[in-house]
């Protein structure tokens, strides 16, 4: 069964957002946690208006707490999605060559945009995308 971990800057929406969309996905033939780069917002829940567009799409992300990345879990993944190509440089920095072959940005060749400091129609869009890119990982297909 494979382990994905999805990371972004602070596991305050983009990140926690794409566990439950790949959870979903994959069902009970993955397990799939997030977190951030930062512990800004360790403990603390998602970012209110990605909690709304993940319930527009029929999620609910309110039990979410923010996590900081542990080199425990870079060990503990067989695969580790990176939000955008900032947050992958980070990784490959911090993680050593052990788990380098485990990284990959979530969507494949581009950018999950942070909507942070955005109107709604960001965090709708950005949920709408990272949605959509669990197809790239479904079945424990990893690009």
């Known amino acids: ?3 994905l971990l999805t990371v972004c ?5 983009r990140s926690p957002f794409a566990q439950l969309a790949l959870a979903r996905r994959g069902g009970p033939r993955m397990v799939v946690r997030s977190a951030g780069l930062i512990g800004k917002w360790q403990d603390r829940p998602a970012d209110p208006t990605m909690i709304d567009a993940a319930r527009r799409l029929g999620y609910d992300l309110t039990s979410h707490r923010a996590r900081q990345i542990t080199l425990d879990m870079l060990d503990w993944s067989d695969i580790i999605l990176a939000m955008d190509a900032s947050v992958l440089a980070t990784l490959r920095a ?3 060559p052990e788990n380098e072959g485990k990284l ?4 494949g ?5 942070d909507p942070i400091g955005q109107d709604g129609a960001a965090f709708d869009d950005c949920a709408v995308l990272i949605e959509a890119g669990t197809a790239l990982h479904a079945g424990g297909r990893f690009t």
Do not use: A, E
């Open 1 to 3: 069964m494979p382990k």
């Open 9 to 13: 800057l602070g596991n305050h929406c």
């Open 94 to 96: 911090i993680c050593g």
């Open 104 to 107: 990959r940005l979530y969507l």
């Open 109 to 113: 060749d581009r950018d999950v945009p």
